[in-house]
């Protein structure tokens, strides 16, 4: 059993640090570019008095390094060939994740907003599975170039994890449908030029089938972005979201009708996994810094490595390191040869656990750097906030076990017809 890693994906590695050396790093240090990742980036990044959201110049900042990591082939690594990507396996990409992440914060791979020279681009999957040949002319490119933004409309003030209880509904009304509802934390309204509206279409609340997904024009009378909630990790581009008699042509229906579930889960394993990678990496930086503070940090005319309330918390976050390490790149492994729904709870476990272990990892780094850890002037407050709202976003981690539980005692997945 070999658990080296391929030849092929170190170089990649190598070859990724060159260019992130060559090409990003003296973007970040140009033009005090600096401020948007040292203690002064929460400020430097949003616009305060205009609703809390990204400030031009650090979205103009993420659109350079986007367009240089482009032109160098590095952008759409992990997407197929048809898109201009390199059809990378979801192996290269657990590991590609893990690994910019354990650099720590930069322009390489920002935390905030889920850029990366490497993008993971859900849309773009979306697109290519479900989008008409005329939604993938008007659409996919231009996403990928930044020409259009698409905003993604499914949360609901009521209805958070249990979707299929959404309120918002289209009815048709001639050639066209009409859409009455609301939608809460609808990401990337702040640039979005279109917005992926999820609505009930048919059947009753509770039933998988009758939701539609329609892509939606912002401009079009009747969809009113509110406000902007302020998070945790500012800034923010999750909106809150009206919609007032939106009327839409029946071409704006994204995938097949009443099947919109399956357009929403669509990268989800493949999403949760590269996410679960990142938790991994960002935790093992911070053990990192945590340990080299240590041993350099004297108190009471010792270092304070030598202390074992300072080894053994960190002894176990190494511990939990090794372990999801594994399990995750096991189960990237996986995914590039097994059904997905086979090994859907295992990608479940790596996605709670390596988000609960890079928030702890993080609490502990601010633990162990003391007064210091607690400012902005350490990068750890800044990884605790970004990686908490995965403990509930993008599948809950209540929403993870209850999937895992449901594998386990066959209520669910590949056991249940067993039983």
């Known amino acids: 059993m070999d658990f080296a890693l391929p030849g092929k994906l170190t170089r990649l590695l190598a070859d990724l640090d060159d260019f992130i050396d060559r090409e990003i790093a003296p ?7 600096q401020r948007f990742f040292d203690h002064r980036r929460e400020y430097a990044r949003t616009d305060f008095e205009n609703g809390g959201v990204p400030r031009p110049e650090w979205e103009e900042l993420l659109g350079e390094m986007f367009r240089r990591a482009d032109a160098a082939g590095w952008l759409r690594y992990g997407l197929p060939k048809e898109a201009g990507g390199s059809d990378g396996t979801n192996l290269d990409m657990a590991v590609i994740r893990e690994h910019l992440a354990h650099r720590g914060i930069g322009l390489h791979n920002d935390l905030q907003n889920e850029s990366s020279v490497v993008g993971n681009f859900p849309f773009v999957h979306m697109m290519l599975e479900y989008g008409s040949a005329e939604q993938r002319q008007e659409f ?152 080299e503070y240590a041993r350099r940090r004297t108190t009471f005319g010792r270092p304070l490595a030598t202390r074992q309330a300072i080894q053994w918390p960190l002894v176990e976050l190494q511990t939990e390191a090794e372990m999801l390490r594994g399990l ?28 609960r272990f890079v928030c702890e990892a993080a609490d502990r780094a601010m633990q162990v750097h003391g007064g210091l850890g607690y400012t902005r002037h350490t990068p750890f407050e800044h990884i605790y906030r970004h990686h908490r709202r995965y403990r509930i976003t993008e599948g809950a981690e209540e929403i993870q076990m209850r999937k895992v539980a449901g594998y386990l005692f066959g209520f669910t997945g590949p056991r249940k017809a067993d039983g």
């Open 27 to 33: 973007l970040q240090e140009r033009d005090d570019n």
């Open 140 to 291: 996919l490119e231009p996403m990928l170039t930044g020409g259009k933004r698409v905003g993604f409309g499914l949360t609901e003030p009521d209805h958070g994890s249990d979707a299929t209880w959404m309120e918002t509904a289209a009815v048709r009304t001639g050639g066209d449908w009409v859409i009455n509802g609301a939608k809460r934390f609808n990401s990337g309204m702040h640039a979005a030029t279109h917005d992926v509206v999820f609505a009930r279409t048919s059947g009753k609340p509770g039933d998988a089938r009758g939701i539609t997904a329609f892509i939606v024009p912002v401009d079009t009378p009747g969809l009113s972005v509110d406000f902007h909630w302020w998070t945790l990790n500012m800034p923010t581009d999750h909106a809150e979201v009206t919609l007032r008699d939106v009327r839409v042509p029946d071409s704006a229906v994204f995938g097949a009708e009443g099947e919109g579930l399956a357009v929403a889960q669509t990268f989800v394993h493949e999403n949760r996994i590269r996410q679960a990678a990142s938790g991994v990496g960002a935790g093992q930086y911070c053990i990192d810094r945590s340990v």
């Open 328 to 355: 995750v790149r096991k189960t990237a492994w996986e995914l590039d040869r097994l059904p997905h729904m086979e090994i859907s709870d295992r990608v479940s476990m790596c996605n709670y656990r390596a988000n």
